[in-house]
């Protein structure tokens, strides 16, 4: 086959740009990084990777969620340590009380007292974190109690997603804690028959409180130990779900990102074959051209 002058020019074209081309794939994975910078450059690779984004995102709204069910946790735990507090000061008020040896003035002194009490219960079950109340259940945007200690809120019990097909219940609802729902003790009515109690000068009401107040400070002790074993799963979660998230972008790393030090090396090479390409191409075009005028 004859090689024409017009074949010849054409395959110096096609190397040119294909240097070219070259050229430019090879200074974008020196600027960027990245060895894969559009689609065609490895689609296979590209869809792997789309696939390890998508698990990073999930691993990074898992992890979002054990932080705020860590935090729900934590201030409902701090607020029924509290509420524990409250039981045993009143509890000591009633064994102290209920000693035949006290008279009516020192009850209605302690009455006093219990009232405070009552009062504190009533804003610790309010407690908030942020603008949601802990112990309404769903309604977390309801103040789940009044000043009487009349619950408000249901007994939702609220879930979220810490991993695949891993939930964890991040609430205790008011009414099983503090209002006797499931069976237990509603600790309003405790404090307040023993406020009554006390400024009727009842001594014998007073001692027959004794156990429920022992009963009430066992299902606080029992939601703190539920949180407890709540929050050790959490941090037990949270750290595989970091140690996963580590290992996919390093999965990540080894298909996207390039290797600086020889991708600078073949952009070296790759501009002193363009350049030589480049002077190649000019000496047979000179030397076609004077043929040509001769």
Request: charged letters at 25%; proline letters at 2%.
């Amino acid at each position: 086959m004859r090689v024409t002058d017009r074949l010849l020019l054409d395959g110096l074209t096609r190397n040119l740009q294909r240097n070219s081309s070259e050229l430019f794939r090879l200074q974008n994975i020196v600027s960027t990084g990245k060895k894969i910078n559009k689609p065609s450059d490895d689609p296979v690779s590209l869809s792997k990777i789309l696939e390890y984004d998508e698990l990073i995102s999930r691993s990074d709204q898992y992890t979002e969620n054990i932080d705020h069910a860590i935090g729900f946790l934590g201030v409902s735990d701090s607020t029924l340590s509290g509420v524990g507090d409250i039981l045993i000061r009143a509890k000591e008020l009633a064994v102290a009380q209920g000693n035949d040896t006290m008279n009516a003035d020192d009850r209605q002194s302690a009455s006093i007292e219990v009232q405070n009490l009552f009062e504190e219960l009533v804003q610790l079950a309010n407690t908030k974190l942020g603008d949601r109340y802990i112990f309404a259940g769903y309604k977390t945007q309801t103040e789940p109690f009044s000043t009487a200690g009349a619950y408000s809120g249901d007994s939702g019990k609220i879930m979220v997603a810490v991993g695949p097909d891993a939930t964890i219940q991040t609430n205790l609802p008011g009414d099983s804690l503090f209002k006797g729902a499931g069976g237990g003790i509603d600790i309003f009515t405790l404090l307040n028959d023993l406020k009554t109690n006390l400024e009727n000068n009842d001594g014998a009401s007073i001692r027959s409180s004794l156990d429920s107040f022992d009963a009430a400070s066992d299902i606080i002790l029992n939601g703190r130990g539920d949180i407890g074993a709540r929050l050790n799963r959490l941090d037990s979660t949270m750290s595989n779900t970091e140690d996963l998230k580590l290992e996919i972008m390093k999965l990540k790393s080894g298909l996207e990102d390039a290797d600086i030090i020889k991708a600078v090396s073949d952009l070296a090479m790759q501009q002193n074959i363009l350049e030589a390409s480049k002077a190649s191409s000019a000496r047979i075009v000179e030397t076609s051209l004077l043929d040509f005028l001769r």
